[in-house]
Structure formats: structure tokens, C-alpha cells
């Protein structure tokens, strides 16, 4: 037995199989600091291009009757920089991604069945572009959807799917060595835990639930919110929140998911 998890590197080289499944990811490690208004960041200051207006949530909200929720202007969630994720979708000349969310619950977000949460809307923007802004509170918000700021200590590595991502022939060999090490491979698998960019998302609450767009393409990963930990957030029941976007086109509404 060993306690140690094997690298997804160490993985691919005993079944080969799995190297079409190596996807680059950036790891955010969050801790609780001031962050710098230029630098990766969760939560913190707003910055926003001068000539347009903070956005606002245009989802339904199931309390509104009851709090005035409606209409309610978004939040920063995380403001990421490009070179500490070059492996995202980057479109062309930006270099900032804010993730804003509206920090209330939600059951009526379009294409999205069974989920009930924060709305999340992704700006691909150029820090050029960006200045200090003074965004409207929003008129309601749930507290345990307002990070507290931390600063970023991000590293990039190399992540591998849950089993539930693999063909059966791949999963079984993949299994094979595991056991051959003493690992389960449910547990020590290559998949890295936490908030992260890129890579695959964990179906540990949930069996696969494919996520595909309106336009019919199959979504890919692009973020992890965990609760818990220094940003002190509390997403499903106390799990974590999967963003997806579109392949064929980033404009697509996002996918999101619970675990
Ligand atoms: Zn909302
Ligand atoms: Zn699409």
C-alpha cells in the first residue's frame, strides 16, 4: 500500500491510453490577503470598462416577490489574468477573464434543468480597457455567495478525468494498474481537487451528467468554485460549482453544475 497518489504523468506512462485525456490546468490556491485590483484574484476590487454599465442580473429570482431581488447587479467573483491561465480560450487581444455572479439562488436559468444557484457570466476582456469602477450593491444577495477577497497563488498542471469520463476498456486498464499499486482509483485518481481553471470537473456527488450547449456541442470545463477555505463560500450543499463554456462559440450561455 502506499499512501502517495500517483502524478497524471505517472499515469500516462503506465496506460498510454489515457494521454488524449491530459488536459492543462491552473490550480488558484486562494488565501485570504488584500489582492492587488491588477492581479488574479478572487473577489476584490471592480474594474470595468468606463463606457459601459455594470451589468445586472436578468434571471429570475425564486424570492423575489418577497425581497425585490429583481434586477439585482452582479458581483465579482474572480478576475483571472491570462498568463496565469494561457491554456483558456482566450479570444484574441484579451487578457483578463471576470467571472461575475449574481449572488442569489436561481431556478429558472435558461437551458439549465435541475440546478439552483448563482447566475455566472464570464467577460473576456483587455486590461487595457479596464477602469476602477463603483458598481450599484446588489439589491439582495445570499451571504454565503459573497467571497471574501484572497489573493492567488496559481500553478499549472496537468489534469485526467474521473473515471465516469473514460471508455470502459481505458477505465478497466486504468484500474488494473491502481490496484496494482494498492490505490483505488476512485479516490487516487489524476484529477486535482479545489478551485481551479481548465481541466476536468469532478462527478463525485453525481454520476456524468454530459453538459451540452443550446447549439448542440458537448461543454467543456472551465471552472471550480469549491466552498469552503479562505474565500468562505457555500455553493450546492456545501460542494462545488462547475462552470462549462461552449466550445464552438464562448457568447454561448455557460453550463453550470452542482457536486
Ligand atoms: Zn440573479
Ligand atoms: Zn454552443
Request: with cysteine; proline share 13%; charged share 20%.
Amino acid at each position: 500500500m502506499t499512501d502517495r497518489r500517483p502524478t497524471p504523468a505517472e499515469l500516462v506512462a503506465a496506460v498510454p491510453g489515457l494521454a488524449p485525456y491530459l488536459r492543462p490546468a491552473t490550480l488558484l490556491r486562494p488565501y485570504a490577503a488584500t489582492p492587488a485590483p491588477q492581479a488574479s484574484r478572487i473577489g476584490g476590487p471592480a474594474l470595468w470598462p468606463a463606457d459601459q454599465p455594470w451589468p445586472h442580473c436578468t434571471a429570475g429570482h425564486p424570492e423575489e416577490e418577497h425581497t425585490a431581488a429583481a434586477g439585482t447587479a452582479v458581483i465579482v467573483l474572480a478576475h483571472l489574468r491570462a498568463e496565469d491561465a494561457p491554456h483558456l480560450p482566450w479570444p484574441d487581444g484579451a487578457d483578463r477573464l471576470q467571472v461575475l455572479w449574481c449572488p442569489n439562488d436561481h431556478d429558472d436559468i435558461q437551458g439549465e434543468r435541475y440546478y439552483y444557484g448563482p447566475a455566472v457570466e464570464l467577460h473576456w476582456q483587455r486590461a487595457a480597457d479596464l477602469a476602477p469602477a463603483t458598481p450599484p450593491p446588489p439589491r439582495h444577495s445570499d451571504e454565503y455567495y459573497l467571497p471574501t477577497p484572497c489573493a492567488l497563488r496559481p500553478e499549472q498542471v496537468l489534469d485526467l478525468p474521473d473515471r465516469d469520463e473514460l471508455p470502459g476498456e481505458l477505465h478497466a486498464a486504468t484500474e488494473e494498474f491502481t490496484t496494482r499499486q494498492g490505490i483505488e482509483y476512485e479516490r487516487d485518481h489524476g484529477r486535482a481537487d479545489g478551485w481551479k481553471l481548465g481541466g476536468w470537473p469532478s462527478w463525485h456527488s453525481t454520476d456524468l451528467i454530459p453538459i451540452d450547449c443550446g447549439c448542440g456541442a458537448r461543454m467543456v470545463h472551465l471552472l471550480t468554485v469549491e466552498s469552503g477555505g479562505a474565500p468562505d463560500l457555500s455553493v450546492g450543499r456545501h460542494g462545488e460549482l462547475h462552470v462549462f463554456v461552449c466550445p464552438a462559440d464562448l457568447a454561448h450561455p455557460v453550463g453550470l453544475d452542482l457536486q
